[in-house]
């Protein structure tokens, strides 16, 4: 076979020259006979036209000529003859090489057919063999399958048992934790009560089958363990409570975790709270009584402590210091209790929860009927104002012989503003609604009664002071005194939480009727004997000295603008008894009530003037000569009038107020005289004609309205 080059070096060309065209045609034509010229040259003709008709790009042909090539041929005559032997040759040997090749193949496909046949013979002897074993154990076969697939079955129930006894199944070991008392309340304890909760609950799907025997039987086992093993919790925490330190009662983690669980029983959970709730009462009460005499109920003194009744003469300190004792003594109760409640509420709610949720009567509750759920923060103020319930029986005993025995009104409100301040602050502790804040609030009531109480003796023993105004005018002393009283006790309002309330005004309206009030009704009885002037002024000096006691305090704001608009009443009267004291002592009261009625405007009136009596020319001169002798001390006279009235600026304005009137109603007077004049002078002109007349009624009244204002300013 010809291998093919595809890196051939290039083509030498076989394309015959015109002169080797010559040269073949000459040797042919000479080696031709004569006979068969035309004939010969007709076939060179189609050869050389055969061969100048190839083409070069055919694939086939490009490959020979590359074979041509590489055996290094020249194109000559001698290499083209021998090239068709040469290939011929090489195409024999080639096919003797294959032949020789394929006899090796034939003798090994001999011998391999020769393997194969003793291979089928030793097959067919095996094949039967075997199926005389098959059929002498085929019967020992399928017992021995049988047997497998019972033993698969066994095995598969051993496991299913197993995995039963394990899940549903307490051990012995695992009953003697949860029941035996012996046994430690430990992480053990804890987690086989877990599984046997766990038990519990899943025994509800085997009651779902049709034999229910089996989950029944196991559900009673389980509860009886469960209810030993909640006993022997219960016990436990109850041990643990008498050896806890009760004077620093802090709840460790193990006593927690325990509580948190025994919460799903919430009868044995209230129980154990109920204990230690007695328990921390009796330390507590022992803790208040040696806090304030210093020594125990059992008489052993202790030195370390200041009893807190050195200081029961003074009451306020006294009851102060006891209520600050019950205080403090609550915030460490709490402190110390949240740690269980605040950290652990959530899961001692949910364990209650659980358990509310398991009871017979709870499943078949009406619908929409719902069962108060745990509040941590209430069982905590619940816990902590049961604790503190002893020594708050003791306070209330304490405070309220204080305020039975005090007999100083001041001190009396001072202490029920004082507990209305601590009741607020154990409102905010342990809950409105707690024992503490209902002892507070009793408390309260009582000091404020005793207030009222001896406030309404004071004004009692006061009665025979209501009788007469003092001479000088000025407020009396029981009025003195009960403003000052009130004004300490509006200062000790006013620092107290009850005085920043939604309405503290409100809230202040009772402390004044009975602190206020009544010492006012008394000032206006005394000034209902005086006569109009010296009431008034005796008033409006009460009226002031109450004003400038109330004024800066918020909270009895209405009263003080009560006040101030009786004091404005009070000095109308004033202004109006000047008036007519200027009118009646300048000897013109006559004159103007003449004159008050006739309008300068109107002809008819201003002719009326001359024909009045007080206008005639004696009664005239007389009022002149009066008002001259009045205008020199006119001023000094009304402002002595006004001198018990201590508000120097009031009196100032009442009398000018009032001389203000006089000065209008006297240029009335002379505009009507002056008036009257004219129109005289118009008249005795119109009738005579002549401009002489009588003595003018300005000349018997010659004063001006601007010299009166300037001698009454």
Known sequence: MLSRSTSAPPVRSLVLSPRDNSELLSRTGSLTPTSTKNAGTSALSSKIASVLSASYADTEFREALFLLDERGLQNVADNRRKLRLDLQKEVVDSNGGIIHDFGKVAEQLKRIGYTIGKLNESYNDMKTQIYAAHASTASALGEASQLMTQKRQVESKQKLLSTFKTHFILTQDEVDVLTLTSEPVDDLFFSVLAKAKKISRDCEVLLGFENQTLGLGIMEQVTRNLNHGFQKLYRWIQREFKSLNLENPQIGSAIRRALRVLAERPTLFQNCLDFFAEAREHVLSEAFYTALTGSSAAGLEDPSVKPIELVAHDPLRYVGDMLAWCHSAAVGEREALEVLFISEGDEIAKGIQVSREAEVWRLVAEDGEDMNTFDPVEALNQLVDRDMS?????????????????????????????????????????????????????????????????????????????????????????????????????????????SSGDDPEAEFKSIMAEAFDPFMAGCINMANNANPLFKSIFLINCFVAARTTLSGFTFVRKYATDIQTKIEEEKARLVVAQYDLFRADSGLDSLIDALAGLDIRKKDDVGKVATLEEVQPEALRQSSQKLDDFLPSALIDATEKLKNLQDSKLASSVTEEAAERFCVDFEHVEEMLLSADELAEQRRVEEDGDEEHAQSLRALFPRTSSEIRVLLS
């Open 390 to 498: 002893g020594a708050v029986r003791i306070l209330r005993q304490r405070v309220e012989q204080v305020i039975q025995t005090n007999e100083e009104t001041i001190l009396a409100f001072r202490l029920g503003n004082l507990i209305n301040f601590y009741k607020s602050t154990f409102s905010r502790l342990v809950g409105p609604t707690s024992v503490l804040v209902e002892a507070m609030g009793t408390l309260e009531t009582e000091a404020l009664r005793q207030f009222r109480s001896l406030v309404r003796d004071h004004v009692a023993t006061l009665q025979t002071e209501f009788q007469h105004t003092p001479p000088d005018l000025r407020p009396p002393d029981f009025l003195t005194d009960a403003l000052e009283q009130l004004l300490a006790i509006m200062k000790t309002y006013e620092t107290s939480l009850s």
